[in-house]
């Protein structure tokens, strides 16, 4: 049985906490994939290779700002370099921006608006408006493979965050192949997808959330069948 490490700092007072147990107990019954998960803290993760080397895949959680940012960004580039089936949503897709920034694009000092406002190189920053506890439809590129799994519909997803990617990064992530594939109505960016990875999706939405309402989710059924 596959198993997947569930990559954050672990909380019953985070929403999206509560909801991802749900979400894939849910996912299983409906995609027929048997899965074993584990919380890991981000603390907790120093040597990703040698630490995530069992699991088959890796979800980097909401609930960021991470207590090791490190740890968190050592387990994205263990599924990435690996070719690992990776999600990240909410924080898990912006600090998986981070990574690639750092590692692919030679960003070093790539930075979060919310850990270090003053930063130089910001690929993450604030968003123009809010999107704790909003909903909004979520279109995706034609012939992507979120287009793909969401079988070519609009998508109507929850958010809980106050940060994005930086548009002035755009050009320089998608031709490094991390391709912006989900966006809402007005083109802002809501997800990725990187070329060349078996399953490597990141969203600004938490399709978790869909749990709470009793619903399986797709992503997470394609995440699970991609273990």
């Keep these: 049985m596959p198993r997947l490490a569930l990559i954050g700092d672990h909380s019953e007072q985070v929403v999206a906490h509560r909801a991802i147990p749900q979400a894939l107990a849910l996912a299983q019954q409906s995609s027929g994939v048997a899965v074993e998960w584990e ?17 088959a895949g890796v979800w980097c ?15 994205i580039r263990f599924a990435r370099e690996k070719q690992r089936a990776f ?54 590129t034609s012939g992507s493979q979120l287009d793909r799994i969401f079988g070519g519909e609009v998508a109507r997803e929850g958010y809980h965050c106050n940060y994005g990617p930086n548009p002035a990064f755009r050009p320089r992530f998608e ?32 399709p978790e959330r869909a749990a709470l309402a009793g619903r399986s989710h797709p992503l997470i059924e394609a995440f699970l069948r991609a273990l």
């Design 61 to 75: 959680v909401p609930g960021s700002p991470y207590n090791n940012l490190d740890g968190a960004l050592a387990a």
């Design 175 to 206: 031709a490094a192949g991390l391709h912006f594939t989900g966006f809402d109505r007005e083109a802002q960016v809501r997800a990725c997808e990187l070329t060349g990875h078996p399953f490597f999706i990141g969203t600004l939405f938490q």
């Design 87 to 140: 999600l990240g949503t909410c924080g898990g897709f912006q600090h998986a921006l981070i990574e690639f920034a750092r590692h692919v694009l030679g960003v070093a000092n790539a930075e979060h608006a919310e850990n270090a406002p003053d930063a130089a190189d910001l690929v993450v920053t604030p968003l123009a408006c809010s999107l704790v506890g909003q909903q909004g439809d979520i279109v995706f």
């Design 39 to 55: 919380w890991i803290a981000t603390q907790a993760v120093t040597h990703a290779p040698r630490q995530l080397q069992e699991y």
